[in-house]
């Protein structure tokens, strides 16, 4: 196995397994992982797609992990290892759509906004009910992304 390859493996382990100590800071972690995918894609022993596709399971393990351990901690504010854990309170949530005049209200705003769409995608001059030009309004472009599912 080349040297690259086992670097790779041992920042793997490092990464996968909560052996920190208080001074693995958030920045360190960010630079493991930066490192780690830098190896991958310019050294080119390890196939990039084959990385990602074990980085999604592996953070799904890890993310289940976390979720799970939060739900059987004392919810009480503690720093452990540098990490400060700190309990919120959940807020309310109102129904809004429980609401008649707000259900109208929502309609509405949908029905606004699927008459700009087309107007803005048309770039031609409308005009709605009440003979009130309807605006030709900007957009911008989401990022685009790599969706992962497994």
Not at 14 to 21: E, M
Not at 59 to 72: D, F, G, Q, S
Not at 84 to 100: R, S
Not at 121 to 150: A, H, L, W
């Amino acid at each position: 196995m080349g040297k690259t390859k086992n670097d790779f493996l041992a920042l793997q382990e490092r990464a996968l397994f909560p052996t920190y100590d208080s001074t693995f800071t958030k920045k360190d972690a960010i630079s493991t992982g930066a490192k780690m995918t830098q190896i991958v894609f310019e050294e080119g022993e390890i196939d990039p797609l084959e990385y990602i596709a074990n980085l999604a399971r592996a953070a799904e393990v890890i993310n289940t992990a976390l979720k799970e351990a939060k739900e059987r901690i004392p919810a009480e504010k503690s720093t452990h290892l540098g990490v400060t854990l700190t309990p919120t309170a959940g807020g309310k949530i109102y129904n809004f759509h429980e609401d008649p005049k707000w259900l109208e209200i929502e309609q509405n705003r949908k029905d606004r906004e699927a008459i700009l769409k087309v107007v803005s995608d048309t770039n031609k001059e409308q005009y709605d009910d009440d003979g009130v030009m309807i605006p030709i309004i900007d957009f911008t472009f989401r990022k685009s992304s790599i969706s992962i599912k497994f």
